[in-house]
């Protein structure tokens, strides 16, 4: 899963506090969030994740499983 520097950067960039256990709903993140949740994930692992792939993810375990399988 996704390490606490990862989580902490998010947490800043969208001013919330999340949970990496929970989908992306429970974590009350809006489509903004998620975007910029996603673009700090995509510079972090220097990876592009494209539109299409991320209609298949709602939660951070699927996003770090994709990750990691396309990396």
């Known amino acids: 899963m996704f390490d606490n520097k990862i989580k902490k950067k998010i947490e800043n960039e969208i001013s919330k506090k999340i949970n990496f256990e929970k989908n992306f709903m429970e974590n009350n ?10 673009s700090v994930i995509e510079d972090e692992y220097k990876i592009e994740i494209k539109e299409k792939d991320l209609k298949k993810i709602n939660n951070f375990k699927t996003l770090y499983a994709f990750i990691k399988k396309h990396k």
């Open 29 to 38: 993140l809006d489509s903004l969030d998620l975007i910029t949740a996603i």
